[in-house]
């Protein structure tokens, strides 16, 4: 079982991840919890350069290719060996991820980044996407009140985070059966509940290749 979360910078998505992964390991199951970029040794040492608000100048087509570097390598190294064995996989951000922020938000074209991102994942796709919906301004303020923490991306202006947040609408629209939207601006506690409902329901009924 490979399960994503996705959405908007400042959607909450790490929090929720972190608690599911311990609601899983509680209930017994083998689980890996990555996110991206980084997870490896050299994924982490991509995902510095990618972060780094002095790189104003990255292109946006060196920037997509860095994002499926160290994806392909977690992939390789973590990811596929994790599901071989039977394990679960939960991932903060994913694939989803380049085609919602270098397609939708930077407008690089959507058929070429499918084929490099399926080169990029092995041809593995989550079972299921847990999308935490929230709009780009909300967002953006929680971000804000870190700004240790604000990166290379969240500098974008909020027309970027729009475009952002409607191409994950507009993805989770396309395959229904994958992706679970859920709102994001209810209290955390809320938002797990509908997280571990939304895997629960995956778990008594998998929908790979449905
Ligand atoms: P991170 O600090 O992990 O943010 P978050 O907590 O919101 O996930 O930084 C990841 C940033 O990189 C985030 O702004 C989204 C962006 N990103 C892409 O643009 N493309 C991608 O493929 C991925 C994985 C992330």
Known sequence: MFITFEGPDGSGKTTQARRVTEWLASLGHDVLAMREPGGTEI?????????????THLDARAEMLLFCASRAQMMAEKVRPHLARGGIVICDRFADSTLAY?????????????????????SIKPDLT????????????RRASDLAGMNRL??????????????????????????????????PDVVEQRVREAILKRLAAPAKGA
């Open 43 to 55: 994924g982490d040492r991509v995902r510095a350069i990618l972060m780094d608000r002095a790189h």
């Open 102 to 122: 270098q397609g939708y938000g930077r407008g690089l074209d959507l058929g070429t980044l499918r084929i490099l991102l399926d080169f990029a994942t092995f």
């Open 130 to 141: 847990l999308c935490l919906d929230i709009h780009p301004r909300a967002g953006l303020q």
């Open 154 to 187: 969240d500098a974008e202006p909020l027309a970027f985070h729009e475009r952002v947040r409607a191409g994950y609408l507009a993805l989770a629209a396309e395959e229904p059966q994958r992706w679970q939207v859920i709102d994001a601006s209810a209290p």
